[in-house]
């Protein structure tokens, strides 16, 4: 009998590829993954232009440009109040994808136990089983995705070894809260367990709101690793640059992974984003950007037969349709990608039991041209 080829033989091609090939295909409008369809700052392009033209064109470091370490120190501690030292506590990545992976590779053991909150970006589980560590889902509570913390804390056992998180969260756009992070601050405490934060979205968060990074909880920024990514930031998510910061111990052990995996990020992005991180404007009103584009595209569908969910932070607005059909969200998506032209994500991708579950996910970080498009269609359906 011939061995199977798979490691992991339940992934196949992942949703995001699979929707955006689709919507080439048949020419529909694509609100479906998630990056903007705008152009990133003429500024920023025109640094990476200057640094290839400079000669910069070589392998950065392998844990990234000391000055954009410093800079992302520097901008972290402004943020967050917390120091990490740019030569022992913080790694630039090609994207946050490749530091949850490093992270989960270099800290989780065979065997071991990871909880996730599910929904949950589509990364973790692979990377999870790709250490030969289990997953260990909990459901956030539909619809308003809370999580019952005491109900977590039940997940929690001697093989527990990380929790992986997300704030502001794909697919959903909700948040953690202080107190959902002082939760979590508490169930953590005296346990071995190990935080991984997915804060991509870390600067769009709307209405006011504050995102609650771990590194601004000192308790937990000792057991944490946060990963950020400036192709969500700038949007430049092409570009392939992200971070990761954790403590020194961590670190150590995340980067003798990760040299073995890409073993540095684009050395002209790296000079380029080093040179425009203190132009602080451009991450600190990115949320009241993005807040003008929700709030337009939900007054634009508002007289659709979609129901929009709260949308609190990301680029995303979900919403369920049970005025419209009972089908399931896959088939619901692939259907109106071919009779109504538009492209969505369906939230049950972000399940590990894809059925049953009936929410589609909007993008939003997209041209207003795009987003009136895509409202018209949405407002017949
Ligand atoms: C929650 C979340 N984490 C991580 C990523 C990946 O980020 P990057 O493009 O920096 O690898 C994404 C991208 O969509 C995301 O939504």
Redesign the pocket.
């Known amino acids: 009998m011939r061995k199977s080829l798979s490691k992991l033989p339940l992934v196949g091609t992942n949703i ?1 590829t699979k929707m955006s090939g689709l919507a080439a295909e048949v020419g529909a409008i694509n609100i479906a993954q ?2 903007p369809d705008f152009a990133c700052n003429p500024e920023l392009i025109a640094l990476v232009d200057q640094a290839m033209k400079g000669g910069f064109n070589q392998y950065a470091p392998m844990p990234g440009l000391l000055k954009l370490r410093e800079g992302i120190a520097e901008k972290t501690f402004e943020l967050y109040r917390r120091e990490y030292d740019p030569g022992t506590e913080i790694t630039v990545m ?7 992976y490093s992270a989960i590779q270099a800290l989780v053991q065979p065997g071991e136990e990871v909880i996730v909150l599910e929904p949950c ?1 589509d ?1 973790y589980i692979p990377s999870i089983i790709l250490a030969g560590a289990v997953p260990v889902r909990y459901k956030m509570k539909f619809p308003g995705y809370a999580i019952d913390w005491e109900e977590v804390r039940r997940l929690i056992n001697s093989r527990t070894r990380m929790m992986v998180i ?1 704030t502001p ?2 697919p959903t756009g909700n948040i953690l809260t202080r107190e959902d992070m002082l939760a979590l601050q508490s169930l953590v405490r005296d346990t071995d367990l190990l935080v991984l934060s ?1 804060e ?2 870390e600067h769009i968060v709307f209405d006011g709101e504050k995102h609650w990074s771990v590194s601004a909880f000192p308790e937990l920024a000792e057991r944490s690793i946060m ?1 950020a ?4 930031t700038y949007h430049a ?1 092409g570009w ?3 971070y990761v910061l954790a403590p020194a111990e961590m670190t150590a052990e995340i980067r003798k992974v990760y040299q073995f995996i890409a073993f540095s990020a684009s050395t002209p992005v790296q000079h380029a984003l080093a040179a425009f991180l203190n132009k602080k404007e451009a991450y600190l009103q990115l949320n009241l950007f993005f807040e003008k584009k929700r709030d337009r595209f939900r007054e634009m569908i508002s007289g659709s037969r979609f129901s929009l969910l709260p949308s609190r932070g ?1 680029y995303f607005q979900c919403a369920t349709y049970e005025r419209i059909t009972d089908e399931g969200d896959a088939e619901l998506a692939i259907r109106l990608t071919h009779e109504y032209k538009v492209a969505t994500i369906p939230v049950s991708a972000f399940y590990q039991d894809h059925t049953d579950h009936r929410v589609l996910r909007f993008c939003f970080g997209k041209k207003d041209e795009t987003l009136e498009k895509a409202a018209e269609i949405l407002c017949k359906i």
């Open positions: 995001f998630g990056f090609p994207g946050a994808t490749a530091g949850i970006y990364s997300n969260h794909n997915d991509v979205y990963v990514s400036f192709g969500k998510t392939r640059v992200g990301s």
